[in-house]
């Protein structure tokens, strides 16, 4: 007896986990990046706080205020909590459940009417892997909005940084451009008296006008620009209106000292998107398993207890039970519709396929961004180093030309070409470091840089919380 009953435990054990095995993710990363992932010595750059490099207290709070009230973010935390509310219940289906319910039956004779009250118990056994399957489903979903969520966090700390930097840069561009304005318009002007005295022709004092109208008309960018950043980072920290205080100029960040301390390999754990595919890998194998399952009988055990007496009994003497007990096995077997059963476990099967193939193309797609931002880094440095060289040079000769104007070597029409020189260099000089910056960005949101989901938005208690970075593929 006891062996028997050994024998039918293990049965149902094997019966219970006969899912097919998940598939094998063997990412294809390289050893290490093609690029240089450094700009000068420094600590390994933090991955959850890249953005402090520019050390920009205001860029620091802002980055707060849009992860604490964006609703892209908040829009992701809810569904994440929907998705977490299913998937703590998923194995309930195959629990034992109870349910109490009355009914009425008018006997066909006319004769008598019965009512019926009773329980009905049920118990599906969850065997050939249902219970496997169910379980893969709900694990996939909570992990893609994990990942949904990340991707949300990831975007949106990028796009603060990136929108604060065009801004700031704007503001400046706006500064100089003002400036050159300014100094074409004087020019124009003592070209125009030199006009008078017949020193110089008119149309030198035409093309002095067109440079001025020119300058004027440069203006129109960097302020569409301001307007533009404005509004959207209005729009990322769930505003209806921009705040007055990013209206007034200050210093665009500047890129500090950093190094990239992580390798391909870290690349699987630290984007969303690679994250995503695979959840969407672990849900597919789910439904795989739950087709594979249906081909098989669907085991359970049923029960009732009912109890019926007589509401209208024409007999003289009633010849029905009070109460009727029922216990068995339930079981449900595919005939006639096995043709299907097949066709959906052969589609799940290519299903799984697929997502396997999506989930190879989202780390190659993740690895070639990276190594795109880690080049575009390195060209963007260079060209702000050869930008500094021009700027300093040309702003030591207005300096020698200022000089010269006041020993009454040079006129101020010297000095005025100088000066401009000097501000389309400090221009350029802007728009590198804007570019060099907005590479540094666009790194680390290929890696999936931004801070870790809390407690509270993963609906789970601190201890609990886990850190998706370092979690092993499933």
């Not at 672990?282 to 029960?303: E, K, N, R, V, Y």
């Not at 050869?386 to 040079?410: C, E, F, I």
């Amino acid at each position: 007896m006891r062996l028997r009953n050994c024998l039918v435990g293990a049965l149902l054990v094997v019966l219970a986990g006969c899912a097919e095995p998940l598939p094998r993710l063997s990412p294809p990363v390289p050893a290490q990046w093609q690029h240089a992932a450094a700009s000068t010595r420094a600590k390994p750059t933090d991955l959850h706080g890249w953005w402090h490099a520019f050390a920009d207290p205001e860029l620091d709070a802002l980055v707060d205020r849009a992860l604490a009230s964006n609703l892209d973010v908040a829009e992701a935390v809810e569904r994440l909590r929907a998705v977490r509310a299913l998937h703590d219940r998923a194995g309930a289906r195959y629990l034992p459940s109870l349910r109490f319910g009355t009914n009425d039956v008018v006997d066909p004779s006319a004769n008598a009417s019965y009512f019926f009250v009773g329980f009905d118990a049920n118990w599906e056994l969850g065997l050939f892997g249902r219970g496997e399957g169910t379980r893969r489903e709900a694990q996939g979903a909570l992990d893609a909005s994990v990942a949904d969520l990340r991707s949300a966090q990831v975007s949106l700390v990028a796009e603060v940084v990136r929108e604060w930097i065009e801004l700031r840069t704007a503001q400046q561009q706006e500064q100089l451009l003002s400036r050159i304005s300014q100094a074409r318009r004087q020019a124009w002007q003592a070209l125009g008296v030199r006009q008078r005295l017949h020193l110089v022709a008119p149309a030198t004092v035409d093309q002095a006008q067109a440079a001025y109208a020119q300058s004027q008309a440069a203006l129109a960018a960097p302020r569409q620009a301001i307007n533009a950043s404005t509004q959207r980072l209005a729009v990322l920290l769930g505003q209806n209106h921009p705040d007055p205080a990013w209206l007034q100029p200050g210093p665009p960040p500047e890129l500090g000292a950093w190094q990239l301390d992580s390798t391909p390999a870290d690349l699987v754990r630290t984007r969303p998107e690679i994250a995503r595919a695979e959840a969407d890998v672990l849900q597919t194998a789910g439904a795989q398993a739950l087709a594979h399952a249906d081909m098989f009988p669907s085991l359970g055990i049923g029960g009732s207890i009912d109890w019926a007496t007589d509401i209208d009994n024409n007999k003289p003497h009633s010849d029905t039970p009070n109460g009727i007990v029922s216990l068995g096995p339930e079981i449900s077997i595919p005939l006639f519709d096995w043709g299907i059963r097949l066709a959906a476990k052969r589609s799940r099967d290519h299903d799984l396929k697929a997502s396997v193939i999506a989930y190879r193309q989202a780390v190659l797609r993740g690895v070639a961004e990276v190594e795109s931002a880690l080049g575009s880094l390195q060209q963007q440095e260079q060209r702000e180093q050869q930008d500094a060289l021009a700027w300093h040079a040309l702003t030591r000769v207005d300096d020698s030309t200022q000089a010269r104007q006041h020993l009454q070597l040079a006129s101020p029409l010297d000095r005025s070409e100088s000066q401009i020189a000097a501000d389309q260099a400090a221009i350029e000089l802007a728009d590198a470091r804007a570019g060099h910056g907005l590479a540094y960005v666009a790194l680390f949101k290929a890696l999936g840089g931004a801070p870790l989901p809390t407690a509270d938005q993963l609906d789970t208690p601190p201890a609990a919380t886990r850190d998706i970075t370092s979690e092993a593929h499933h």
